[in-house]
């Protein structure tokens, strides 16, 4: 993940005072948005025991070998764990939280990027995870229904501790409750923030919370994968998951945990750079996005062909005009993705002119999917799942139809290839 998520401007959430007044107790936690409805009063669980899934963004898959998450280990030898969860391609922060919550690949849920254009919303609509009026804008978000609009529609509470899109009323719904991100909500006051939805009264306990935690991709970007920064925030997340497990068993509750996150992290250098300027006249294009990946767009007057010099054999990158982009990336159909992508080999950046490679980080990602230094992490742990499961490898897209066979939820297909009895013998328990 960027900077850019993480740096969003900060904004007071507001709580709706009909909720307030509706449930008449003192648990509310003022933070949080309460979207009240004459459905509200009406909604029983489906499943009684509540799931949550929690993002650690940038946890790459073998972080779990460091010995340094004592918590997560527990939760993953006495549960299910996979030994690498492949991300979508491309592999960074917004695409592939939505392509969790809603089963599809970004080029079918329609955040193909961190940063991208759309020029059906206005002529010079520009998407960044960093800008605040965007991230809350129906408009980007409604190509796919993610988890929690599913289980709004169907009567299941939920609740979002922070995800990507989750400040958006998609489809014209919002989480009964959420929190407008925020970096300056500590580890601990997130978890508390969950037991506090979890002690609401059984009509508004939320079934279905989602968690989110930072610290492990900022740290992995600013001094990259193999840094003490990395280890020392390993260690604060898991301090955090061991905060909510013993929250949970002193509180008697059951939960269902998923643990999941977007993608790993590769170590970048400055010195591993291919400049666009160094190929083809400056002038012929815009760079939607660069690093692992780049977006181009042809400036006014120029078309793809001007842009041919990409396309011929280059050390360290691949480009493609995006309709030839190779299949297995299932990426480039979406009108948002770019006219050309270019993916790099992992380590090395692309950047516009060299002057930019004095700014590139320690690390990154957005490369192949594919690639081990990608590899996300995939944990259950709770009733619903079967113990000591060691899965190989499997896809994010099959994180939304296992959420809801948990859940209960009829959810719209996504991209998985897996059917329910898949997800009942690779995943679930059987009494």
């Known amino acids: ?71 997560l280990l527990s939760l993953a030898k006495n549960g299910s764990y996979a ?6 391609f491309p592999s960074i922060t917004f695409p592939n939280h939505y392509t969790l919550v809603t089963g599809l690949y970004p080029d079918h849920h329609g955040i193909v990027g961190n940063n ?10 520009h998407f960044k995870m960093s800008d605040p ?12 229904e993610p988890l929690w609009v599913t289980a709004e529609k169907q009567g ?32 601990p006051e997130r978890v508390d923030q969950v037991f506090s939805w979890l002690a609401y009264p059984a009509a508004h306990r939320p079934q279905f919370i989602t968690l989110y935690f930072e610290n492990v991709d900022h740290a992995g970007h600013l001094y990259g994968p193999d840094s003490k920064e990395v280890n020392e925030n390993l260690v604060k997340v898991d301090q955090a998951i061991g905060q909510l497990v013993q929250g949970l068993k002193q509180r008697g509750v059951k939960a269902n945990l998923v643990i999941v996150s977007d993608h790993g992290m590769a170590a970048t250098s400055p010195d591993r750079v291919i400049a666009l300027n160094k190929i083809v006249d400056s002038g ?5 996005t ?45 009108p948002r993705v770019p006219a050309v992508i270019c993916m790099a080999d992992v380590g090395w950046s692309i950047i ?29 742990n709770g009733p619903a799942f079967q113990k000591h499961k060691v899965i190989d490898s499997m896809n994010n897209v099959d994180i939304q139809p296992l959420v809801a066979q948990v859940l209960k939820l009829k959810a719209p297909k996504g991209d998985s290839n897996l059917t329910a009895a898949d997800i009942d013998q690779r995943y679930l328990a059987h009494k």
Not at 83 to 88: D, T
């Open 284 to 288: 012929a294009y815009r760079v939607i």
């Open 83 to 88: 030994k690498v969860m492949h991300p979508s």
């Open 133 to 144: 009026e965007a991230v809350v804008d129906r408009r980007w978000w409604d190509e796919g």
């Open 290 to 334: 660069g690093g692992p990946y780049a977006g181009i767009e042809p400036t006014a007057g120029h078309n793809v062909n001007d842009l041919a010099p990409l396309f011929a054999h280059h050390d360290h990158m691949q480009c493609w005009p995006k309709h030839e982009i190779p299949a297995r990336l299932h990426y480039g159909q979406n």
């Open 116 to 125: 991208m254009d759309d020029s059906s919303i206005t002529p010079d609509s």
């Open 156 to 187: 299941v509470v939920s609740a979002t501790m922070f995800w990507p899109g989750s400040e958006s009323d998609i489809h014209g719904v919002r989480p009964e409750m959420w929190r407008r991100y925020d970096t300056h909500v500590s580890f």
């Open 352 to 380: 516009g002119n060299e002057s930019m490679a004095a700014h590139l980080t320690k690390g990154s990602h957005g490369y192949d999917n594919e690639t081990p230094e990608m590899g996300a992490l995939f944990i259950a």
């Open 1 to 71: 993940m960027s900077a850019g998520y993480k740096a969003a401007k900060k904004r007071k959430p507001l709580l709706s005072s009909v909720l307030s007044l509706l449930l008449g107790f003192a648990g509310l936690s003022g933070g949080a948005h309460e979207a009240a409805t004459a459905a509200t009063a009406q909604k029983t669980a489906q499943s009684k025991t509540p799931l949550i899934l929690i993002s650690i963004d940038g946890f790459r898959a073998d972080y779990l070998d460091r010995g340094l998450t004592p918590n």
